[in-house]
Nanobody, 125 residues
Framework: QVQLVESGGGLVQAGGSLRLSCAASGRSFSGNAMAWFRQAPGKEREFVAAATTWSGSTTTYADSVKGRFTISRDNAKNTVYLQMNSLKPEDTAVYYC?????????????????WGQGTQVTVSS
């Protein structure tokens, strides 16, 4: 049974940093695409960042987080990270880790087959 477990969320002041982790178990996702999404109250789930190591290391980011967030992977630990710097109040959301059975990067919810339970990130002004 595949499980994705996120950790590292919390409350931080604007301008601060947090590092989210997502540990996968049940199967290896080495080479598969893994991603982070977020969902704020009353809004749809939106793409944040994705990474694949299928053909080298490739990443993609939403424009709203480009230059502030960094996604990285440790395939030996079957874990994906999201380093979030220069946080803004509008980054407040539940952050979800996702894993795909495919190799290519995707930015749509339907591109991913497995989801974590989410971790709350709250940025105060």
């Amino acid at each position: 049974q595949v499980q994705l477990v996120e950790s590292g969320g919390g409350l931080v002041q604007a301008g601060g940093s947090l590092r989210l982790s997502c540990a996968a178990s049940g199967r290896s996702f080495s080479g598969n695409a893994m991603a982070w999404f977020r969902q704020a109250p009353g809004k749809e789930r939106e793409f944040v960042a994705a990474a694949t190591t299928w053909s080298g290391s490739t990443t993609t980011y939403a424009d709203s987080v480009k230059g502030r967030f960094t996604i990285s992977r440790d395939n030996a630990k079957n874990t994906v990270y999201l380093q979030m710097n220069s946080l803004k109040p509008e980054d407040t959301a539940v952050y979800y880790c996702a894993a795909s059975l495919g190799l290519r990067l995707g930015s749509r919810v339907r591109d991913y087959n497995y989801w974590g339970q989410g971790t709350q990130v709250t940025v105060s002004s």
